[in-house]
């Protein structure tokens, strides 16, 4: 018997979260914009997309020297990560273009690199982006006994170490999600503690064909190819660097040493703060000036803006963060921002570290 119960947000006479609406919303106004995806986020996918392809199509079709095929499978790595981060982030939201089929197509493409967009949906969309950081809800803090990701959650001997070794665990999430967590989470029914939303014919259809399909691009036809050493070692190539890319991004949004893990009122199952500021206290920003960082991680430095505004395309985030950098002034809050990824990594290490402590 499942005794999950959802845990809530307090309600406000004036709640943060509309005023920031209001002034946000005001400077689309003012520039007769839209605030989804531009020319720009469209070309932006089409490259990467056909990178992907002509990446795996040169290393599995005509076999490059051996120093050169592991240069492409890093490559190819990195084109998962940034595809996940350009295209399907925003499409999975609706914020990479106002035509709703177009926003589809573009949330399939996880599809592409071989996880399920079902999952993906109500895992990142309607839980992590719902409940950040809560223990027991978010799933995305969710390690196991393999790392202490939060102040309430258990402690063990070896967690003393997890700031040191976390990078080995972070290159596996990529494997990991494809070949287990998906799987889990079908069977079971359930992400962690929560239920799983009822799954109709065509999504179990889905689910089955991607991954029939990833098997027969990322493993049968490859070992056809380059035989099954090469692809061993191109194959997990590929996967760890993505894996750890991947979990980088994400980690360095949420779990750092500035950032929140509120804890939900025994009784009233109430959360202590409204939305707008439960995602602000949650979640971190980091080298926003950067232009390229933020081109290849879809914005995602802009983590606050876009926990408070997941259908605005992140092409937007640069210029409302002043926004939001203004009103929480205003109110009171911290606004958590790392000026370098060097910065931000080095205040997770030390949240690891302080995790790690009995």
């Not at 989470?185 to 014919?201: A, D, R, S």
């Not at 490859?222 to 996967?239: A, Q």
């Not at 890319?245 to 109430?270: D, G």
């Amino acid at each position: 018997m499942n005794n999950f119960v959802t845990p809530k947000f307090p309600h406000v006479k004036q709640p943060l979260h509309l005023e920031l609406k209001k002034r946000v919303q005001a400077y689309f106004d003012e520039r007769g914009i839209n605030a989804t995806g531009n020319p720009t986020l469209f070309t932006k996918a089409i490259i990467m997309v056909c990178a992907f392809i002509l990446v795996y199509t040169h290393l599995v079709f005509f076999t490059p020297v051996w120093y050169m095929a592991l240069l492409e499978c890093i490559v190819l790595g990195g084109l998962v990560a940034a595809i996940g981060f350009n295209v399907m982030h925003d499409g999975s939201h609706g914020s990479f273009s106002n035509n709703k089929w177009v926003n589809r197509i573009a949330a399939s493409s996880i599809s592409m690199l071989g996880a399920n967009h079902f999952m993906w949906n109500v895992k990142h969309n309607m839980i992590h982006h719902s409940f950040t950081n809560v223990d027991g809800v978010d799933d995305d803090i969710e390690i196991g006994i393999l790392m202490r990701m939060a102040p309430t959650q258990k402690h063990v001997k070896a967690h003393k170490f997890q700031h040191l070794y976390f990078w080995v665990l972070y290159m596996l999430l990529y494997v990991f999600w494809i070949f287990f967590t998906d799987y889990k989470k079908y069977f079971t029914q359930k992400i962690g503690n929560v239920p799983l939303k009822k799954m109709h014919i065509a999504d179990h259809i889905e689910f089955w064909g991607v991954k029939l399909y990833h098997a027969a691009v990322f493993i049968v036809i490859p070992i056809v190819f380059v035989g099954w050493v090469n692809w061993i070692i191109g194959f997990l190539i590929m996967s760890l660097f993505a894996g750890f890319v991947l979990s980088i991004v994400f980690q360095l949004a949420h779990t750092v040493e500035h950032t929140e893990f509120p804890v939900a009122n025994f009784e009233t199952h109430q959360l202590p703060d409204e939305f707008a500021a439960h995602q602000i206290k949650t979640t971190a920003n980091f080298a926003t000036r950067n232009k390229l960082v933020s081109w290849l991680v879809g914005g995602l430095n802009f983590q606050i803006e876009h926990h408070l505004f997941p259908k605005i395309s992140h092409v937007h985030y640069p210029a409302i963060s002043d926004i939001v950098r203004n009103v929480c002034k205003e109110y009171q809050l911290q606004y958590i921002e790392y000026p370098t990824v060097r910065r931000a990594v080095v205040a997770h290490v030390r949240f690891l570290r302080q995790m790690g402590q009995a």
